[in-house]
């Protein structure tokens, strides 16, 4: 089992940047990839970026490309997600997850998932 606690999230304005935090415990030792996904009000949970277990490659949601940034500290045991440039539409819940493949994309390739941190964008 893992756990996984994100922080880092609050009210920022729109322009401003802002970094995720996820910290794993658990069974770390194991290699995940991690991703982060985001549910406003009222619509699905939508993919947001990954990073697969050697932190060699990423991928990023076309929304988020060039503003979003994905990268892990397995020393640490933690992800981030740096976000540049936030927009209103940016405004969610942002969830951490952990996958057993080296590489996930979607929500079902996931097996752990945090409890999420909350971001909201002012205009």
């Known amino acids: 089992q893992v756990q996984l606690v994100e922080s880092g999230g609050g009210l920022v304005q729109a322009g401003d940047p802002l970094t995720l935090s996820c910290a794993a415990s658990g069974r770390t030792s194991t290699a995940y990839a991690m991703g982060w996904f985001r549910q406003a009000p009222g619509k699905e949970r939508e993919f947001v970026a990954t990073i697969n277990w050697s932190g060699r490659s990423t991928y990023y949601a076309d929304s988020v490309k060039g503003r979003f940034t994905i990268s892990r500290h397995d020393i640490k045991n933690t992800a981030y997600l740096q976000m540049n440039s936030l927009k209103p539409e940016d405004t969610a819940v942002y969830y951490c997850?952990?996958?057993?493949?080296?590489?996930?994309?979607?929500?079902?390739?996931?097996?752990?998932w945090g409890q999420g941190t909350q971001v909201t964008v002012s205009s």
């Open positions: 997850a952990a996958s057993l493949r080296t590489f996930a994309r979607t929500a079902n390739d996931y097996d752990y």
